[in-house]
């Protein structure tokens, strides 16, 4: 069994006899078309360790607490593990292997010790001409911390190191203990499981026995995990599966049924990755078609646009229409010490989109607790850069908080990593009401007269200025639906003041503009305004007409927050930093979130339409 | 020698797309497939077979089913030689200035348009640059290519966002002329539909073929997720510039003339061979097309080789294709997804090279390097 993992071409040969046989008249279709073969494909979810990866993890942890530096091999030969002593004993990987603030040293193990071949000694200025006349050995490591090959030469007879090499985008091989944990992983999770049409295998030998298995390379390009890809061949079904053994996880699955001759399929011709899964599954789930979600009194739509974030449509609450749609419509990033450079970001869709930034995940709904007790849900989309996050490159997220009460908040919040310490990320959200009727007011804490609560009407397009006047209840403006002389609902509008997490006020420009034809935002906007503009120019302004319309027909508002990020320690905000913990470097990260919270007012039946805090 | 075994893997990919394609090729008009043929090495054997598991077993399918019983057979007689020795500098740079080093630029992030650069040797950063104030007037632009006469051909092409390539105004052709440097609106190429949000792209690259004095164009405009409608159009210079022939539903990318067999096997039997080397912008595969002596099309393209599953990513496009003096292929690679996200810093672009070999007579792999 083992041997055939050392033989993966044999594995290939003996499931391609099943599957490449087929009758050559399947593939000599009628009319150059072809049905169509869909891969199918799934993301994993969130799952509990399995017992092999839980052992795997303690075998680590028992390594380090052994004081080792470097989790070794067993069951090698004399000269392999003679080897393997004298580099895991060399002072230059003590030195070199750092140790968390959590205390645990980076994780580093031992993936293969070879006997050097003639071919490495090729070079006459290699440092190992003395291997030509005595054994050596190189013995080769992964770090999994910084996702690079450490590779040792060692001379056996004078018991040194020779050289040290360190190797970053290098496949390794993988060795067996790792092949098997990858399958095992692998045959556990809950996608294998379906992909093989619920029936799995109870254990790793019943699917070796069942199925015709080998280990493929493959990439994990956002992580940067060293991640593998088992493939499955049972009955009909071909199944490529991605582990990352970094995280000792599933990424995801995808798999065929083969027999038929289908069109050459773009996700097919491409090696199956941890990016290319990703992008194909929220391609299909969730940029081509709107997914429905129904909690706590909410009913909404949502899906990712190709230019303005993740939107929400016909969100009602308690059967009532509340909002036709809210967006992010563009991400404006200019930098303080450097005039006129920044960025203007579009997130969206991960392909066939003008987004610069791409999800990396599919969108997550989450509950909202206060005091243990579940109050509300969040619905987020993480938008990140290939590189995030290192410098220049984005993360940024965009969030629906919905509660029980009838309070929303949509949010948009950055996460660095930009190109420096002075950078303001200015997100432009656009948040249209259902329906018509609606009647704006503004918070002014001059008061005309003992009966002037303070607020003052907004009957037309206009503009408002950053970080405004806010009320004892936190609102800068309200808002009310009439029909009929009844007030059908309303709410407070309250803005970031410091109140919310992860947040330093929004110092936010708002718009308001009556609701129009296309071209303003009831479809996909491109580019909004310019990335680097201090003032209120941020693009929403093009849209208030001259003269002003009036906002009584439906109003569209514009609420353009302004966080300017931070990087001094302990203070960080709109940033992220790569750390070592648990033995594996994450980001650290520190976001910044601005986003107006909606309250419902209680409706009065007084003819004005001023409403008050319920 | 596991360290080899993820070029082998991979080699042994490339080998699926070419003998597949030899395979389809051989068969005769109106003939079944013959995949248990016996002259099938069982190496040949394991990449087919190799393929029904990826997926690849398709494509023999596909491209065999593709082809109609008239069109001849494309098999390499030798390594592929370039058709763009003849493109000359402008004279318009004789007078600015310049030293040695300069050279043309879309992709200096602080500018808009082309610019002509020159960087310090050693420090490898940029001292100078000069541009024609036509040159920044019609937004991003991205691939260029010289003529025989100096004239320069440009195509736009947004970058990070659309505030300055309005996606109606994506499927222009610009030329700069070699002596004056001025910029002008030479085509607004034909295309399936126009570029929009959800896809912003229209021209992808452009190559200049000095055996017919005309451009090769690639065009991705109007595709969709599920529907390639892309075209691969060959633009004459003269008399006038005017689209003379095109290759419909394509989603192509980087793209050269070649000519093989003549140039650098000069009696081979089967000399004279012409085509098109054209990736795909859809995933990592260059496809062969072959075109008549006057740089007309024939058939559709084929699948020659490759790069998927190599490099630091695995999934890189072929964005230009380069043909040295030997005949060796320098596919430069990037990500590409049909978006607007730009290459990390950290992902710096990446050559692949493969060389002929003469005993397999294919392209085989050699390396790749960032």
């Not at chain 2, 192509?252 to 650098?264: D, P, Q, R, V, Y």
């Amino acid at each position: 069994m083992l041997h055939f993992f050392r033989k993966p071409i044999s594995a290939i040969v003996l499931l391609a006899l099943l599957v490449g046989c087929k009758p050559e008249a399947s593939m000599q279709p009628a009319d150059g078309l072809t049905s169509p073969n869909p891969l199918k494909q799934a993301l994993a979810g969130q799952s509990s360790d399995s017992e092999s990866v839980l052992a795997y993890r303690a075998l680590l942890q028992a390594s380090q607490a052994r004081g080792e530096v470097v989790f070794a091999l067993e069951n090698l030969s004399v000269p392999a593990a003679k080897a393997q002593a004298i580099a895991l004993a060399h002072p230059v990987l003590r030195e070199r292997v750092p140790v968390g603030a959590d205390g645990v040293r980076a994780r580093v193990e031992v993936l293969s010790v070879d006997r050097l071949r003639e071919s490495d000694l090729a070079d006459p200025s290699s440092p190992h001409q003395s291997c030509k006349n005595t054994e050596c050995q190189r013995v080769d490591l992964y770090d999994f911390s910084s996702s690079r090959m450490l590779s040792a030469v060692v001379n056996l007879q004078t018991e040194k190191v020779l050289s040290w090499r360190a190797l970053v985008g290098q496949q390794p091989e993988i060795p067996e203990r790792l092949t098997r944990l990858a399958l095992e992983i692998a045959r556990s999770s809950p996608e294998v499981k379906e992909a093989l049409g619920g029936s799995a295998p109870e254990s790793f030998e019943v699917l070796m026995a069942n199925t015709k298995t080998s280990l493929n390379e493959t990439h994990c390009e956002r992580s940067q995990h060293l991640c593998v890809a088992p493939t499955f061949v049972q009955g009909n079904i071909a199944i490529w599966a991605i582990v990352d053994l970094t995280d000792l996880k599933l990424v995801g699955v995808q798999w065929t049924e083969h027999g038929q001759a289908g069109p050459l399929s773009d996700a097919i011709v491409a090696v199956p990755s941890e990016q290319s899964l990703s992008d194909a599954v929220i391609m299909e789930k969730y940029c081509e078609r709107n997914t429905t979600l129904t909690k706590l009194g909410w009913r909404l739509d949502y899906m990712l646009t190709a230019s303005d974030g993740l939107q929400i449509s016909g969100v009602r609450f308690n059967e009532r229409s509340v909002l036709t749609s809210v967006k992010l419509v563009d991400w404006h990033v200019s930098y303080s010490e450097r005039e006129g450079f920044g960025y203007a970001d579009a997130v969206g869709c991960p392909s066939f989109s003008s987004a610069a930034v791409i999800p990396f995940q599919a969108p997550q709904v989450t509950e909202i607790k206060e005091a243990g007790l579940v109050v509300g849900f969040r619905l987020q989309q993480e938008f990140r850069s290939l590189g995030w996050p290192g410098p220049c490159n984005y993360s940024y997220q965009q969030s629906y908080d919905f509660y029980q009460d009838g309070r929303f908040r949509p949010s948009a919040a950055s996460i660095g990593a930009g190109c420096g310490n002075d950078g303001t990320y200015r997100p432009l959200l656009r948040i249209e009401p259902a329906g018509a009727g609606w009647a704006m007011q503004e918070y002014s804490p001059i008061k005309t007269s003992a009966s002037d609560i303070g607020f003052n009407d907004v009957t037309h397009e206009r503009w408002f200025d950053a970080n405004g006047a806010v009320d004892a209840a936190g609102a800068r403006f309200t808002l009310a639906q009439r029909q009929a002389g009844q007030v059908l609902q309303g709410f407070k509008i309250v803005p970031g003041r410091g109140q919310f997490k992860d947040s330093r006020g929004d110092f936010e420009y708002v718009y308001a503009t009556a609701k129009a034809a296309a071209g303003e935002g009831s479809d996909e906007l491109p580019t909004l305004g310019s990335c680097c503009n201090t003032d209120y120019r941020q693009g929403p302004e093009q849209f208030i007409d001259q003269p002003a319309q009036a906002l009584d027909q439906g109003l569209v508002i514009w609420y353009v927050p302004q966080m300017k990020n931070e990087l001094n320690p302990g203070r960080e905000y709109c940033w992220a930093n790569p750390v070592l913990e648990n033995g594996v470097v994450n980001p650290k990260r520190y976001p910044c979130e601005a986003g107006p919270m909606f309250v419902p007012v209680e409706k009065k039946s007084t003819p004005s339409d001023r409403v008050s805090p319920t | 020698m596991s360290k080899n075994r993820a070029r082998a893997r991979v080699e042994l990919q490339k080998t699926v797309t070419l003998e597949a394609q030899k395979l389809s090729a051989t068969i005769k008009p109106n003939a079944q497939p013959k995949r248990t043929e016996k002259r099938i090495t069982k190496r040949i054997t394991v990449a087919v077979l190799l393929s029904a598991l990826l997926g690849l077993g398709a494509s023999v399918a596909f491209w065999t089913s593709k082809r109609s019983p008239s069109e001849p057979a494309f098999i390499l007689q030798g390594p592929l030689s370039a058709r763009n020795g003849c493109r000359r500098p402008p004279t318009f740079f004789n007078g600015l200035g310049f030293g040695r080093g300069v050279s043309l630029s879309t992709a200096e992030r602080d500018l808009i348009g082309i610019a002509a650069v020159e960087f310090d040797s050693n420090t490898k950063k940029r001292i100078r640059y000069w541009q024609h104030p036509s040159w920044s007037k019609f937004g991003q632009l991205s691939a260029f290519t010289l003529d025989r006469q100096g004239d320069l051909y440009v195509i736009p092409a947004p970058r990070v966002n659309l505030a300055d390539n309005p996606p109606a105004l994506q499927n222009r052709l610009y030329r700069i002329d070699a002596s004056t440097g001025e910029m002008q609106l030479a085509l607004a190429f034909p295309v399936a539909a126009a570029a929009n949000a959800r896809n912003p792209y229209a021209g992808m690259a452009l190559s200049y073929d000095c055996n017919t004095h005309s451009l090769w164009l690639s065009s991705v405009a109007g595709s969709e997720p599920s529907r390639e409608r892309g075209k691969i159009l060959r633009i004459q210079l003269q008399p006038s510039i005017a689209v003379q022939d095109q290759l419909d539903d394509f989603d192509g990318f980087g793209i050269a003339a070649f000519s093989a067999g003549s140039t650098l096997q000069a009696g081979a039997d089967k000399a004279n061979q012409q085509g098109l080397l054209i990736a795909s912008a859809r995933h990592g595969s260059v496809l062969l097309q072959a075109m008549n002596k006057d740089g007309s099309l024939q058939g559709r393209p084929l699948t020659m080789l490759s790069i998927a599953g190599l490099g630091p990513l695995g999934n890189d496009r072929v964005r230009k294709i380069d043909i040295g003096s030997q005949g060796e292929l320098l596919l430069h690679g990037t990500p590409f997804n049909f978006n607007l996200a730009q290459p990390s810093a950290q992902h710096a672009a990446v050559k692949y090279r493969f060389a002929w070999d003469s005993v397999t007579r294919q392209y085989q792999f050699v390396d790749w390097q960032q």
